[in-house]
């Protein structure tokens, strides 16, 4: 049980899939399910009605997962088994975004394991100005003939992204033709990652290119994380390998935004 108390994140997933699962469930519950007590189950569910993942009733919760509504990830896999996972989706967008591509271009590559394999095939590309936030990524192009950037700041653990505030202060001397972005989800109400310190830097990047295109495969359609990097309308192109749900693809549509489906 301990453990378990120490790991809100992993605990609140339980939550919100005992919720999916079950469409409702009270506090007492779902307090047995998880082995914590009543009003650590109140805390929790206090921010996930917040995140949008749970809506909160008299004595307990409902489980929001139902057709096209989101799903919840509290807690973000390690870069390793995010790069398994659709690995062959990934790749596939990642031909896609190599296209966008041209030579003689400042582009920025977000931290990501799509925008990992975009890296890998950029490297053929010649004449370009690679920034990235993601030591990954600057390694794996350094010995290419392509100069590539890190902004100033401080890693974060095992993703080795760059973040902080000189990270964002960095950033604001450059401009960008394109911005390659990674995320975590994308839903009707925006564009998510599970770290707010590499949302800040992503937003930083957003800011001073010309064109921002999101790189995103199908699994994570209606799909929300912790924080919401941006609104639809703020990206210029989603880069997938299926195309979206209906009702998700018409919010992009309004918003204006160009599906390249790889």
Do not use: W
Request: aromatic fraction near 6%.
């Amino acid at each position: 049980m301990a453990a378990r108390q120490r790991d809100p994140a992993s605990r609140q997933a339980k939550l919100v899939g005992q919720l999916n699962t079950a469409g409702f469930m009270s506090v007492g519950d779902l307090a047995a399910a998880t082995g914590v007590s009543e009003i650590t189950v109140r805390r929790d569910l206090l921010v996930l009605e917040r995140s949008g993942a749970v809506r909160r009733t008299h004595g307990g919760a409902l489980g929001l997962r139902r057709g096209d509504a989101n799903v919840y990830d509290a807690q973000e896999p390690s870069f390793e088994a995010r790069r398994r996972r659709n690995g062959s989706a990934k790749i596939r967008i990642a031909r896609a975004a190599e296209r966008l591509i041209q030579p003689g271009q400042s582009i920025a590559i977000d931290t990501g394991t799509t925008t990992f394999e975009l890296a890998r095939l950029a490297s053929g590309i010649s004449d370009l100005r690679i920034v990235t936030n993601s030591t990954r990524i600057a390694g794996l192009l350094a010995d290419n003939p392509n100069p590539v950037y890190l902004p100033a700041g401080r890693v974060r653990g095992r993703e080795l992204s760059i973040f902080g505030r000189r990270a964002v202060e960095s950033l604001e001397s450059f401009s960008f033709d394109v911005f390659f972005l990674g995320v975590s989800g994308l839903t009707a109400d925006g564009l998510f990652d599970y770290s707010p310190e590499d949302a800040e830097v992503k937003r930083a990047f957003m800011a001073r290119a010309a064109k921002v295109v999101a790189l995103c495969d199908s699994a994570k359609f209606n799909r929300q994380a912790m924080v919401r990097v941006a609104e639809p309308k703020e990206v210029h192109m989603v880069v997938c390998d299926a195309a979206p749900p209906a009702a998700l693809a018409e919010v992009l549509s309004r918003a204006g935004v160009e599906l390249v489906v790889g």
